[in-house]
């Protein structure tokens, strides 16, 4: 194949401006990424198109992911990123995970060998036994993986990733593109995306039949419960959710991804469900007779690893299950009723019907039904308990710092629309169970594969899809040194994140584990200490544990990087440090001395077999 540069007179669109092209029409604001030799082309191609969409450099390809991914959430509309040949795309797959376990979408755009290079082993080709494999390396974390060998064939694997990406159950999609493709030219035309996407219906409706008997189910239970999970708010029907639960009278709880869409302030809402759910949350779905699951997905922690009577007990409790991946109907637990629809639908049908049945005189389509009377005044005895039980610690002046407090004083200083990012890690099972969201949207964390960096380069795309809501990243210690480079993309790009430090000293929520399970004194290799150097015959000796406890100064390396650092050790300072960070308006990191041997009260469990599980803290028999 001929050399083509940019200056020749060539017929048709290279490929990169075929991809280029298409993102623009699909309205596409920004490409983020890494360079590398791989993707060359592209990035000439967005060259010529900076008016017309952004290119950002990230300095690890993970981020670039996670601030796709955290961008999706917020506005359910994808991003691209792009990486280059073997590393640069092998550090990807961390956050295309997160991204499918949590349905969230993304374009993921990886530059390759050139294809007369292929099974050549040439610098950076991916895959010994097939050549030039990447497809074979993300497939399990996409949605689908495209590989393009001729510039004639982008127009379609584009317009086929986006409707793949948007439709039905969201996830990312990927798209493998050789170093020649980029520059090979095509006279294929350019999809028009709404011509393609513009008469598909997203409604997914549930049959009459189906609504009356999920009704019947709901308003005849003396213990009905909804749980809400992340379909709610992917689905945008958290209103919806809100008025169907005040006409009928029913409590909700929600997953912990799903705990967003809960609204706080009302008697209704429990709470998220599971190991760090709150114990109103927990009893009320292991004592209903009839649950509502809706966007849902029934995963271990969630459930208490399945367990009969801790979180769940299905049978006996009857489930009706909605969710628009079919692959999730009956995949845990039995169900009475499942339907494949939309939340927001199903949520929309129920509403007017158990308004028509109220306006009728149906006496149990009134929300003061006494049939479920008693059933509120229990669970309302049960928030009293649990409340009693956690409230005091947020106010403590305890030093170091009490979990409870820190987020407490957060939630002080955090605007209602304000943006919270959970990372991975104790102070995530923490934020499950104490913070009070404020709204769908308000709260984003990586639950499904648990990826750290997703809080700490997310809070970027939080900023780029919400430029006027603050956004507050919580991470912890461990998490902040896998990935302190974003805090240099924020200052390149002057974007005003803040990132709460949760300084415990190591990868606690594990070191936690090693001691419940093994005993104490046997945790290894999760506490940030110096090491003490051992007698041995052999090279430089063994490295032995229990040395001196050790932490980097955080807010130094913040303002190495030209960004703002606050250090906090005392409580009475740490709502005016928050403060100070969100007002300033420039990229300001709070380094927390977080107490890391207080653990959050448990109202389930986690089996992790065959090791024995833990026996929750508060709430049940032995406790």
Not at 196 to 211: E, L, N, P, Q, V
Not at 346 to 364: E, H, I, K, N
Not at 394 to 407: F, K, M, Y
Not at 589 to 603: E, K, S
Request: proline share 8%.
């Amino acid at each position: 194949m001929p050399c083509v540069t940019r200056n020749e007179e060539v017929a048709g669109l290279k490929g990169a401006e075929i991809i280029t092209e298409y993102l623009i029409r699909e309205r596409v604001p920004y490409v983020v990424g890494l360079c590398g030799h791989g993707d060359l082309g592209l990035l000439d191609a967005l060259y010529d198109r900076q008016g017309e969409i952004t290119t950002l450099s990230v300095h690890h390809e993970s981020a670039a992911g996670f601030i796709a991914d955290a961008y999706y959430r917020l506005r359910h509309e994808p991003l691209a990123t792009f990486t280059s040949c073997g590393p640069g795309t092998a550090n990807l797959p961390v956050a295309l995970g997160s991204a499918l376990m949590d349905s969230s979408a993304f374009l993921a755009i990886t530059g390759n060998v050139p294809t007369t290079q292929f099974n050549r082993a040439p610098f950076q080709e991916t895959g010994r036994h097939f050549q030039a494999d990447v497809p074979s390396v993300l497939r399990p974390y996409v949605k689908r993986s495209y590989q393009a060998t001729r510039a004639s064939q982008l127009p379609l694997m584009l317009r086929q990733a986006f409707a793949t990406m948007l439709g039905g159950r969201p996830g990312p999609v990927h798209l493998d593109v050789p170093l020649d493709v980029f520059v090979e030219t095509s006279d294929e035309p350019v999809p028009d995306p709404g011509a393609w996407r513009r008469g598909i219906s997203k409604h997914a409706a549930a049959a009459a039949a189906d609504i009356d008997a999920i009704l019947d189910l709901l308003l005849t239970a003396e213990r009905p419960v909804i749980v809400a999970g992340y379909g709610v708010q992917n689905a945008d029907a958290a209103a919806g959710l809100w008025a169907f639960a005040a006409a009928a009278g029913i409590p909700v709880a929600s997953s912990p991804l799903g705990k967003s869409v809960g609204d706080p302030g009302s008697p209704l809402f429990l709470g998220a469900t599971g190991r760090n759910g709150t114990y109103q949350a927990n009893h009320a779905t292991r004592s209903a007779d009839v649950i509502l699951a809706l966007g849902t997905r029934f995963d271990d922690r969630s459930t208490s690893s399945w367990l009969p009577g801790y979180t769940y007990s299905i049978p006996p409790t009857r489930l009706i299950q909605i969710d628009i991946d079919p692959n999730e109907l009956g995949r845990n637990y039995p169900v009475v009723l499942g339907l494949v629809a939309s939340p927001k639908d199903v949520l929309a049908q129920l509403s007017d019907v158990v308004a028509a049945r109220s306006a009728a005189g149906d006496p149990a389509a009134r929300p003061d039904a006494s049939v479920r009377r008693h059933w509120l005044a229990d669970i309302s005895g049960w928030r009293g308990e649990w409340e009693k039980h956690v409230t005091p610690n947020r106010s403590s002046d305890a030093r170091p710092l009490r979990p409870e407090r820190v987020l407490a004083d957060l939630r002080a200083v955090l605007p209602a629309d304000g943006i919270l990012l959970s990372d991975v890690g104790v102070h995530h099972n923490w934020i499950v169970q104490e913070w009070p969201a404020g709204g769908p949207g308000s709260l984003l964390q990586s639950w499904g594969f648990a990826s750290m960096g997703f809080g700490m380069a997310g809070v970027l795309g939080a900023r780029l899809a919400a430029p006027d809501r603050p956004a507050v990243a919580v991470v912890g210690d461990g998490c902040f040194l896998m990935l302190p480079s974003v805090v240099s993309t924020a200052v390149e790009y002057d974007m005003p994140a803040v990132w709460l430090v949760w300084n415990n000293g190591g990868y606690i929520s594990i070191r936690d584990q090693q001691r419940g399970y093994f005993g104490p004194g046997r945790d290894l290799a999760t506490s940030f200490q110096r090491a003490v150097k051992g007698d041995s015959e052999e090279g430089m000796g063994r490295w032995a544990g229990g040395g001196e406890p050790y932490s980097p100064d955080f807010a130094a390396m913040a303002r190495s990087m030209g960004a703002q650092g606050l250090t906090v050790t005392s409580p009475g300072d740490l709502g005016d440090a928050l403060q100070t960070a969100l007002d300033s308006g420039v990229p300001t990191v709070v380094d927390v001395t977080v107490d890391a041997n207080i653990a959050p009260p448990a109202a389930g469990t986690w089996a992790l077999d065959p090791l024995p599980h833990p026996e929750p803290t508060f709430g049940w028999p032995d406790t």
